[in-house]
């Protein structure tokens, strides 16, 4: 199977040559694909740009007649992800390199997001070094940074084309596998995966649940709700690759509401409820919108209660009506699951500086959230209300039980079917 290498031939085709001849001297086949509008390609692909921009719903000629920059690289991305999504459903994706300054990462980056954890993902950019996340999101994406920009083969670009090809060529070559194969160097057969969210306030529950779902012969794998990880979550869910979610901290729906800086974005909460896969879900860290020194939180939040988590984090209190709509969200998420779903609700905290004594403690807002749940839960939410602290041993005892109960049940029905 060959390695999809994308690029805009027309501007970068010396280098996408230069890189096809890297690969082939290794032994590795490649399929070019030309995502340029402009002008004409330097090198011959073997997807022609009139072909991805058939895919992306219009024409070359078209996108050239317009002259509109943005709207051909937006078709240029749909029509390669759409091309190379189609490849890889048909066997045909060792692995997606792709070299690029902002247009090519754009078009590069479309096309990986979609592959599975173990296609191998390489994009050399001139945008490496900047915020990568719009590009990256929650997939494995290898980010190599050009240093120089990529205009040429120079001293400098050769080195780092060089290093491009050469991981490439490693990780398609490697023993590794696709997920979920045997491999020598790890156990036959991996345990069911679960997958949870922890953030620093919730982080007692997490272990003393991952403690207890191990013990039950499951792998836990714990994401950091910090934007990126629930959104790296929700993908590997949409994967088909976790059994269970321990959906402790759901913090990062009040940044996505309220405008912090760890938005998972709007879909956060939904894999599991589309997929059918059975979730416990509860209220952690809801009490906090997450902003970066306190300098930089916006003025229109003058007058708000703060926190200050350390020089680099400063976490602002949500309102009870923040808190009423938090809940709303969860319960019609929750509502829409095609599997099984439980809420359970911590009454006395739902983050370690919400609890007695702590500078987030608030009753009202606390039961604001409870509010919420319960006007926009449907019937097939399983929702309770307990008298413990989220960091309550016991609570955490009951999450990984329910979720466990779950599964035990599930995976009977599909046994018995």
């Given at each position: 199977?060959?390695v999809?290498?994308?690029?805009?031939l027309?501007?970068?085709?010396?280098?996408?040559?230069?890189?096809?001849d890297?690969?082939?001297t290794?032994g590795v086949?490649?399929?070019?694909?030309?995502?340029?509008?402009?002008?004409?390609?330097?090198c011959?692909?073997?997807i022609?740009?009139?072909?991805v921009f058939?895919?992306?719903?219009?024409?070359?000629?078209?996108?050239?007649?317009?002259?509109?920059r943005?709207?051909?690289?937006?078709?240029?991305?749909?029509?390669?992800s759409g091309l190379?999504l189609?490849?890889h459903r048909?066997?045909l994706?060792?692995g997606v390199?792709?070299?690029?300054?902002s247009?090519g990462t754009?078009?590069?980056?479309?096309a990986?997001?979609p592959?599975?954890?173990?296609?191998?993902?390489?994009?050399v950019?001139?945008m490496?070094?900047?915020?990568t996340r719009p590009?990256?999101?929650?997939?494995?994406?290898?980010?190599?940074?050009?240093?120089?920009?990529?205009a040429?083969?120079?001293?400098?670009?050769r080195?780092?084309?060089?290093?491009a090809?050469?991981?490439m060529?490693?990780?398609?070559?490697?023993?590794?596998g696709?997920?979920?194969?045997?491999?020598?160097?790890q156990?036959k057969?991996?345990r069911?995966l679960?997958a949870?969210?922890?953030?620093?306030?919730t982080t007692?529950?997490?272990?003393?649940a991952q403690?207890?779902l191990e013990a039950a012969g499951?792998e836990?794998?714990?994401f950091?709700?910090?934007?990126?990880?629930?959104?790296?979550?929700?993908?590997?869910?949409?994967d088909g690759?976790?059994?269970g979610?321990?959906?402790?901290?759901?913090t990062?729906?009040?940044?996505?509401l309220?405008?912090g800086?760890?938005?998972?974005?709007?879909?956060?909460?939904?894999a599991?409820?589309d997929n059918?896969v059975?979730?416990?879900?509860?209220?952690?860290a809801?009490?906090?919108?997450?902003?970066?020194?306190k300098?930089t939180?916006?003025?229109?939040?003058?007058?708000?209660?703060?926190?200050e988590?350390n020089a680099?984090?400063?976490?602002m209190?949500t309102?009870m009506?923040?808190?009423?709509?938090?809940?709303e969200?969860?319960?019609?998420?929750?509502?829409?699951?095609?599997?099984p779903?439980?809420?359970?609700?911590?009454s006395?905290?739902?983050?370690a500086?919400?609890?007695?004594?702590?500078?987030?403690d608030?009753?009202?807002?606390?039961?604001?959230?409870?509010?919420g749940?319960?006007?926009?839960c449907?019937?097939?939410v399983q929702?309770?209300?307990?008298?413990?602290?989220?960091n309550d041993?016991?609570?955490?005892?009951?999450a990984?039980?329910?979720?466990?109960?779950?599964?035990?049940?599930?995976?009977?029905?599909?046994?018995?079917?």
């Amino acid at each position: 199977m060959p390695v999809y290498l994308l690029g805009t031939l027309d501007t970068k085709g010396r280098e996408i040559g230069w890189i096809r001849d890297r690969f082939r001297t290794a032994g590795v086949a490649c399929t070019v694909v030309d995502a340029g509008c402009a002008g004409e390609p330097s090198c011959s692909p073997d997807i022609t740009a009139d072909q991805v921009f058939a895919a992306g719903g219009t024409s070359l000629s078209d996108m050239r007649q317009r002259g509109d920059r943005g709207l051909a690289i937006r078709h240029a991305a749909a029509g390669v992800s759409g091309l190379v999504l189609e490849a890889h459903r048909q066997g045909l994706v060792d692995g997606v390199l792709a070299v690029g300054g902002s247009a090519g990462t754009t078009i590069g980056t479309a096309a990986m997001r979609p592959l599975p954890l173990d296609v191998p993902k390489v994009m050399v950019s001139t945008m490496a070094s900047g915020q990568t996340r719009p590009y990256v999101a929650g997939r494995n994406i290898f980010l190599l940074n050009s240093v120089v920009d990529i205009a040429g083969v120079n001293r400098i670009s050769r080195t780092v084309l060089s290093q491009a090809v050469d991981a490439m060529v490693g990780m398609v070559k490697s023993s590794t596998g696709a997920i979920g194969q045997p491999k020598e160097d790890q156990p036959k057969e991996d345990r069911p995966l679960i997958a949870a969210t922890m953030f620093g306030v919730t982080t007692p529950c997490v272990m003393h649940a991952q403690s207890l779902l191990e013990a039950a012969g499951y792998e836990v794998l714990v994401f950091h709700a910090t934007g990126n990880g629930g959104e790296a979550m929700e993908g590997l869910i949409r994967d088909g690759l976790i059994a269970g979610v321990l959906d402790i901290t759901t913090t990062e729906l009040a940044d996505e509401l309220v405008g912090g800086t760890l938005s998972a974005g709007p879909d956060r909460l939904t894999a599991a409820a589309d997929n059918g896969v059975p979730q416990v879900i509860s209220a952690g860290a809801l009490d906090m919108v997450n902003f970066g020194p306190k300098s930089t939180v916006p003025e229109k939040f003058n007058g708000r209660t703060f926190y200050e988590h350390n020089a680099s984090v400063t976490l602002m209190r949500t309102t009870m009506d923040e808190c009423q709509r938090l809940g709303e969200e969860i319960g019609r998420k929750a509502t829409r699951s095609t599997g099984p779903v439980s809420i359970l609700f911590p009454s006395l905290g739902v983050s370690a500086i919400d609890v007695d004594g702590q500078p987030f403690d608030n009753w009202a807002a606390r039961m604001a959230i409870w509010a919420g749940l319960q006007s926009t839960c449907g019937s097939n939410v399983q929702l309770e209300l307990l008298q413990h602290r989220i960091n309550d041993k016991e609570f955490a005892a009951a999450a990984a039980n329910r979720l466990l109960q779950m599964l035990h049940q599930k995976n009977s029905g599909l046994s018995e079917s």
